[in-house]
Every structure is written in C-alpha cells, then in structure tokens.
C-alpha cells in the first residue's frame, strides 16, 4: 500500500514563492512517473509538471519557467519549486505517483 502526503502549501503574495513536497511510504520504486497536478475550483484537474528518473520534466504550458519539479529517490520524495506565483496559481494541487497513487492535496492560494 503506498501513501502520498502532500505538505508545503498555504497563503502567498502575487509574486512570491512556496516549494510544495510530496512524501510516499510504502513500497515505490524509483522508476515511477511522478506529478503534480492542481484544481481550482469549478474547473478540471490539470497536469503542473511531472518527472521521471533520469529523464526530462515535463511543464503545463502556464507554469513553464516559474515551476520547477524534482525528486529525491532516496527520500521517496518529490517537490515543486514555485516561483513569481500568480493569483490564478491558486488550487489545490495534487501529487501523483504512477499507476494510480494520489494524495489528498494541499491548498495553495495566491492573494494580496
């Protein structure tokens, strides 16, 4: 059984920085895709970026150049670097581990 909890969220000024961590217990493999995704409210989950070992991240197109994803195997571990965030930054974002893992999310929100 593998467990993803998400940490790391809360309230940040428009252009300001928070870095989100997902942790997993259980059995995880290095080799697994890894995400995250976010959904703000009253529209569908999207992808934010996603990375596997050893190979190129991946970005949704609104947060290239200001998310960075990344991964500590040995931690079992995964973050997201977000920087000069925006207000429609603000969801919930989600963790994700390949096959079919998720977390319970975290709430980032993005106000004055």
């Known amino acids: 059984q593998v467990q993803l909890v998400e940490s790391g969220g809360g309230l940040v000024q428009p252009g300001g920085s928070l870095r989100l961590s997902c942790a997993a217990s259980?059995?995880?493999?290095?080799?697994?895709?890894a995400a995250w995704y976010r959904q703000a409210p009253g529209k569908q989950r999207e992808l934010v970026a996603g990375?596997?070992?050893?190979?190129?991240?991946n970005y949704g197109d609104s947060v290239k150049g200001r998310f960075t994803i990344s991964r500590d195997n040995a931690k079992n571990t995964v973050y997201l670097q977000m920087n000069s965030l925006k207000r429609e930054d603000t969801a919930v974002y989600y963790c994700?581990?390949?096959?079919?893992?998720w977390g319970q999310g975290t709430q980032v929100t993005v106000s004055s």
């Open positions: 259980g059995t995880i493999f290095s080799r697994n895709y």
């Open positions: 994700h581990m390949s096959p079919l893992y």
């Open positions: 990375i596997t070992t050893g190979g190129p991240a």
